[in-house]
Every structure is written in C-alpha cells, then in structure tokens.
T-cell receptor, first 117, second 113 residues
Framework: GAVVSQHPSRVICKSGTSVKIECRSL??????MFWYRQFPKQSLMLMAT?????????EQGVEKDKFLINHASLTLSTLTVTSAHPEDSSFYIC?????????????FGPGTRLTVT | SQQGEEDPQALSIQEGENATMNCSYKTSINNLQWYRQNSGRGLVHLILIRSNEREKHSGRLRVTLDTSKKSSSLLITASRAADTASYFC?????????????FGKGTRLSVIA
C-alpha cells in the first residue's frame, strides 16, 4: 500500500516552454502533498506544500508564478514549470501524506528528471 | 530549509566493513527517518525511529537517536557493493502535523568490492 506515482519519469524540453508533472497517490487519499527539488549531488529541498482544495504554500525563494501547483483532488497534485530555463533542470520529487495519518508518514514518488535545453 | 548536517559527506569503505553515518538536527522532533537513494533514482525508506526511542534495528541496519544531542547515527554492518548510495536523514518536527520532512545534506557511501 501507500504508493505514489509520478509522470513523466523523464522529460526534456526547450527553454521557454512549460512542463507539467503529475503526482498521484494510488491507493490512499492525500490531503497534503509536498514538492521537493534535488540538484545533482545535493539533498532534497522543499519547494512547496499543497493541501487539497487550497493554495499551495511556497518556501522562501521559490517563485510561485514559475512553479504552479494544483492539488485539485485527494489523489492528484500537479507541478507546472512555466517558461522553463536550463537552471530549472533538476530532479523533482513529490511526496504525499495520507488523510488522518499519524506518525507524520510521507510517501515519496519515484521522481521526475527535468532537462531544459 | 534543511534541518542539519550529515557527517561524513562522503565515505568510501571495503566490502564487509561497517559504515557509520551521523546526522544532526536543530529542532525538537517527533521522529527521525533514514532514506537511501541510488544515483538518479527515487528514495527508499529504510527505518524510522521515534523521539522516545534510543535504538532500532532492521536487518543489517542499526539506528541510534540521542535527542539531548539532537543527533542520530546509521550503522550498516557487513557492507556490500549494493549498499553504494546516498543516505539521508529526515526529521519530522514535533507538534507540527502538517509540516513536511526536512532532509539533511546526505552522505555518499561507496562500497568497494
């Protein structure tokens, strides 16, 4: 149980285009989803927290107009990188917390590798 | 933001040796978790230790937690080449049910066959 999927697993796009990444909780309802970014040989840095039906909360330094997050249902959150640039190339990982979860459990997706050329 | 540091940043050992990684954090926590990440892949959850626990075992893994020092250690015994990966600790802040896990900087472990 507690599986989180991400799609696509890899994407290459040209500079200036937008890319949407989907994060789905497959067998549970996720009231909260988190988006992390990981640059090569670095740790995961939290970008934003999204709660179903409300606006996402972004971490300091993360542009909300550039990284659009939509958590429209209890099983789906999307991250759209708008007007992508090469510096946005990174590994994006989503994580979901089950509704009513105790123990602060988070379940992680397998990640999406974004390359902007 | 990141909670703290892992130490060492990189560790290279021979197969069969033990590997010890340390993690320090800054705030009061509900629990601390260790994850493994193979190069270019997603996270694999290894073990969770609660703030009221001091030691936990899982197979070849042994985790300790010292809340007075705000530190944890991960010991991998009898290491194998397949253990080569990055290891991260992550903390769940106490009394903050909706806050995310905060990751340390990680230790890159290389196990040489």
């Amino acid at each position: 149980g507690a599986v989180v999927s991400q799609h696509p697993s890899r994407v290459i796009c040209k500079s200036g285009t937008s890319v949407k990444i989907e994060c789905r909780s497959l067998d549970f309802q996720a009231t909260t989803m988190f988006w992390y970014r990981q640059f090569p040989k670095q740790s995961l840095m939290l970008m934003a927290t999204s709660n179903e039906g409300s606006k996402a909360t972004y971490e300091q330094g993360v542009e909300k107009d550039k990284f659009l997050i939509n958590h429209a249902s209890l099983t789906l959150s999307t991250l759209t990188v708008t007007s992508a640039h090469p510096e946005d190339s990174s590994f994006y990982i989503c994580s979901a917390r089950e509704a009513g979860a105790y123990n602060y459990e988070q379940y992680f997706g397998p990640g999406t590798r974004l390359t902007v050329t | 933001s990141q909670q703290g540091e892992e130490d060492p940043q990189a560790l290279s050992i021979q197969e069969g040796e033990n590997a010890t990684m340390n993690c320090s954090y800054k705030t009061s926590i509900n629990n601390l978790q260790w994850y493994r990440q193979n190069s270019g892949r997603g996270l694999v959850h290894l073990i969770l230790i609660r703030s009221n626990e001091r030691e936990k075992h899982s197979g070849r893994l042994r985790v300790t937690l010292d809340t007075s020092k705000k530190s944890s250690s991960l010991l991998i015994t009898a290491s194998r080449a397949a253990d080569t990966a990055s290891y991260f600790c992550a903390t769940a802040v106490k009394n903050s049910g909706n806050t995310p896990l905060v990751f340390g900087k990680g230790t890159r472990l290389s196990v040489i066959a």
